[in-house]
Each structure stands twice: as C-alpha cells, then as structure tokens.
C-alpha cells in the first residue's frame, strides 16, 4: 500500500474528548464493552465520509466536532496517477510525501455546508478551509470507508438504500471485471427498453401513450396548454451493481434474502465476502488508491479456525490497497506482528476515551534502536493476553506460569482473567526492569515475580537495590558458611555457583532457612515489594510448595493433593502464597 492515515485525532465526538489513534496499515483495536472502540471506527469514517452529526454523536454540544487525519505516503509518483484537476487540487499542500486534513462540525444537526473540511498549508502555517475541488482529491486516494458493523446494526443494515449497506459495497468492490466485460452489451439491452418506457422513446409502449392521453384531458381542463408524459428511467450498470443483493439458497427451495437470516449466518457471509475479496486483491491490485475498512469485532459467531482464516485475509486486504481497523475482543485476531501496533483503548470519567501508548512505542522508548529492543518486544508480542488486561503479573519460571492461574483461582475463588490480570513469561529475570518499565509506559500496571538471586545481581545491576545494601553484604558474609557444610561452590563474586553436588538454585534454598538469613531476607522482601516485584523468600517457587522439582508431572501431583487434601495441609508455607495473592490484588 503506498499511502495510508498513520494518525486520527479526535475530538468531542461521542466518548472520546481528546484522543490520538497511532495507525499502521492493520490496525486491531482492544478494549473492554463500552471504551468507545467503535466510536474511534466511526469517527474515522466520518472524516472521509461527510454527514450530519446529532446531538448524540457530541461529547458537549457546546463545542465543534473535530476529527484531523495525517496521510502519509502521498508521493509525487502518486500524485501524478491522478487526474489532473484532482492533483491540482492537493498537490501544493503535501510536504514530504504527507498531507493533513480536518473536518469540523460546529453545532449538532448542522447542514452540510456548514460541515467544513480544511487543509493544512506549510506556508502559512494554518488551515485553509474548504479549498476548491479537495473533496474530490481526497476521494481519488481515499475513498468511501467500508463499514462492517456489529451484528446488532445488521437489522438497521439491511433497512438502508442497498448503495449503502455492507452487502452492496462488498459486491461493489468485486464486480468491475463484470462491468468491464459486459457493460457494452447490457447497455444495448437496456437501450432497449429506454425506447419502450422513457417519455422520448421511439418504440414507447402504445398503454402509456393512451395513459398520457387520459391524464391530459384533465390536466387541460385545469391548466390549458400543458401536458404530461410518463417517463422511466433506465437505469445504467452502475446502477444495477449499486443495487446488488445476496440471495441465499439452502437445499433446493427458494433464495431467501441475507437480511432475512440470523446473526450467525449474515457475519458467515460478510465475512466469507471479505476473504474473496482478498484473494481477488492478492492477485490484481492495480489500484491507486486505499479504501478503508473498518469492522467491528469480525470474529463474531465464527469458531477459531474461521477466526484464523478472517484475519488473514485481512491481513493480505492490508498488503492490497486496503488500510484495515479492527475492534475485536479475541486475541485469535493480533499474531505477535500485530500486537506491537494493537491500540488499547480505554475510557475514564476524566480523559473519556483514549488509546493507550503502542507496545513497539513503548518499547521504542525504553530500549531505543538496538537489538534488545526487537528481542523485548518479540517477548512481549507472544503474550498477547496483557493486550487484554488491566494487570500484568511477570515471571521469570515455568512452575509460576504452570501453577499461578491455579493458585490463584484456589485461594482468591477468582481466576486471573476475571480480575484482568494476564500472566507474561520473560525470556529472563534480566529483562524485568524493562519489562516493567515498558509497560508503564504503556499505562499498563504491572508487577513481577523473581526468585532471591535477582537480589544479588540483577537487582542491584537494574537499581532496585544498592551494591552497599547492608540486608545484601550481611548475607553474601553467611555464603562462605554453605561451602563446607553444605558444598557449595561460590564464583569470583561470593555468589553461588552450580556444581555436582549443589545447583546454585540449591545454595539460596540453603541460604533461606539459616535463622541469621531470614530476617535479612525478609527485609529484601520488603524493599522489592515496595517496588512492584515480589521475590521468594524461600529462594524459589518450589520451596513454598513442597514440589521435588520443575516437570509436569511434579505439577500435576501438586494440583492432585491441593484438590483433594487442601492449600494448607499441601504447602508447609501456604502463608506465603496467600500473601501473594493478595499482594497482586492489591
């Protein structure tokens, strides 16, 4: 695609009061019932797609709506790929390959000419209103949005004029190699009939010609000298496609029309339409031009594998000279290639609606142009549940993310996901102040879960804990203790190392239930906690639960006795893991 909308902003319409929306060419948009992800889908439409906005499309009906869209990739090449009045009309206001548009209604239920759509001019450093011919530029490479409500609209759909329902504007996308093939021949047809029914036709039906004459006996009894004549117009190709319908056949017996079925069954057929029109794009777009497509939550009544297939056809549309927004509530429509461009939506009483910072925007800030930053955010990508929560809990182990959702639901009676909290794995216990940080950046709030030798290196690598901590320099005194009693190997720093005898996972389980250990440990607790990250204080997960080692089958035994015997009677320091449950509540 050469040129697409990379940023709507939008104001006092519907829920959102001030809001800017970061776009890529597929762009999914998450959030809970009610945040407005659809009013951002309609705003959008509306700025290519002039209407009269009511009282109940404005936030405050003392002030104007007002929707600005930055176009990028409008090249000198594309430029001149449009006809020449059109290319006049826009080309003095596009500055490296970008042109800005704003439309703005003032009061609810205005008229159409007082909807005014501006321009932004670099050399006067202002908008210009309603330049001659701009509609018509801006419709030339972007025009009219298709629209895939959801399927509670689909009532009201199929009550509109057939040239504006999701229906006709799908078959309308994919019907031009017909007119092309046939449009000579049918038009000799229906020239045809125009001699037979319009009021000049020379082969015109003599029953009209005698209805005329009777209707003219009394129009000349009433005004003399004038006369009547039927007329029908006859319609023209473009009007019979405007005019195309489904009708759907089951079995033998009649069609009956799309709007006639079910839910279930329409969002099949739309949505089976979208993916012929993709295959039909992979393999002839010669369009200079980028329609929009704009659909609410098209996973609706399909099962996962329809899912799957759904999203990538509109995927390939994005790759087509389409630009595709999407609202959805499955994590089936964002892939770890689409999440870092997923907007979260989210609305508050003060801010109203608003999007969230992008996980790659994020991310770019936090660990700018290096590798890292891709590693981080292939991590983070592949979680793609935090796209739907309101918590995020991170963790370095496997047993934390076989078994937290489990203790979790046996001792809160919740399961994370009623609460919002989505459980990420990390690629390592390294990655945690970035990870913590790009979710704050994100306005995602979050925590993490490490074990105790994050205290001694990469806490204090990170800065959560200074190299002179005392709690730190105490413990790392009683390490030297484990080597004869215990044979533990320490490395050059006075850490644990692993051996045959020993792991250094091992050593820290050791460290942890020496009496002279535990209270410094429990004051590290403290000091982390106090910063989002809970650090076992046993050493490690399996400590607290009594688990002989890290496999499924340990993992499954615990479930097993938890379940039949209780948390308390399974876990020696059951405490512990209700301490940290309510510690991620809270």
């Not at 995602?444 to 690598?461: E, H, M, Q």
């Not at 005194?477 to 006075?494: D, F, I, K, M, Y």
């Amino acid at each position: 695609m050469s040129h697409k909308i990379s940023s709507v902003e939008i104001k006092n319409y519907k829920s959102i009061i001030n809001a800017e929306l970061k776009l890529s060419s597929f762009t999914p948009l998450v959030g809970y019932n009610n945040a407005g992800k659809s009013n951002c889908l309609s705003a959008i439409q509306w700025i290519l797609k002039k209407s009269s906005l009511s009282d109940k499309d404005f936030f405050d009906a003392s002030q104007p709506v007002e929707v600005i869209a930055t176009i990028n990739g409008v090249s000198q090449t594309l430029l001149d790929l449009m006809p020449a009045r059109q290319k006049s009309s826009i080309e003095n206001y596009v500055q490296n390959e970008t042109l800005k548009i704003r439309r703005v209604q003032e009061t609810p239920n205005a008229k159409a000419a007082e909807i005014k759509i501006s321009v932004w001019d670099d050399s006067s450093n202002d908008w210009t209103v309603n330049p001659t011919g701009l509609d018509n530029a801006l419709s030339v490479l972007l025009p009219e949005p298709i629209r895939i409500g959801a399927m509670e609209n689909a009532a009201e759909d199929a009550s509109k004029a057939k040239t504006s329902t999701t229906i006709g504007k799908l078959l309308g996308e994919f019907l031009a190699p017909v007119k092309t093939a046939h449009e000579a021949d049918l038009n000799q047809h229906l020239n045809e009939v125009g001699r037979r029914i319009s009021s000049d036709g020379d082969m015109r039906f003599s029953e009209l010609s005698t209805i005329d004459q009777n209707v003219n006996s009394k129009v000349n009894d009433l005004f003399p000298g004038m006369s009547v004549k039927l007329h029908f117009d006859t319609p023209k190709i473009d009007d019979l496609i405007k005019a195309g319908t489904l009708k759907v056949f089951e079995g033998a017996g009649n069609g009956r029309d799309f709007s006639s079925y079910g839910h279930g069954a329409q969002r099949s057929i739309q949505m089976a339409l979208v993916q012929y029109l993709a295959e039909i794009k992979r393999s002839n777009n010669s369009s200079h031009s980028t329609t929009l497509l704009l659909i609410d939550e098209p996973e609706l009544y399909l099962h996962p594998f329809a899912i799957e297939q759904i999203r990538e056809a509109l995927v390939a549309l994005s790759l087509s000279g389409y630009q595709v927004l999407i609202s959805t509530h499955s994590a089936q429509m964002i892939t770890p290639e689409l999440a870092e461009h997923t907007l979260l939506i989210r609305k508050s009483d003060v801010l109203g609606t608003h999007s969230r910072l992008r996980l790659a925007d994020a991310i770019q800030s936090v660990v700018p142009n290096s590798t890292h930053q891709m590693e981080q955010l292939f991590n983070l990508a592949h979680s793609s549940q935090l796209l739907f929560a309101e918590n995020v809990v991170l963790t370095e182990g496997k047993t934390e993310l076989r078994l937290l959702p489990f203790l979790f639901k046996s001792i809160a009676n919740l399961t994370m996901g009623q609460e919002k909290h989505a459980l990420v794995a990390q690629s390592g216990v390294n990655d945690t102040k970035k990870s913590l940080e790009i979710l704050t950046a994100m306005d995602l709030p979050s925590k993490a879960i490490c074990d105790l030798d994050y205290c001694f290196t990469g806490a204090v690598r990170d800065g959560f804990l200074l190299s002179t901590d005392q709690d730190l320099l105490n413990l790392k005194a009683l390490l030297p203790n484990l080597v004869q009693s215990h044979g533990v190997t320490l490395n050059g720093n006075g850490l644990p190392k692993n051996n045959n005898t020993i792991t250094a996972a091992g050593a820290f389980e050791v460290l942890a239930n020496d009496q002279a250990a535990i209270p410094l440990i429990e004051s590290l607790h403290t000091k982390m906690k106090a910063q989002n990250i809970w650090v076992w204080k046993k050493g490690a997960i399996e400590a607290h639960i009594g688990t002989p080692n890290k496999t499924e089958s340990a993992w499954a035994q615990f479930k097993r006795d938890v379940m039949t015997n209780g948390l308390s009677q399974t876990c020696s320091d059951h405490q512990s893991l209700l301490d940290l449950v309510e510690w991620l509540r809270n």
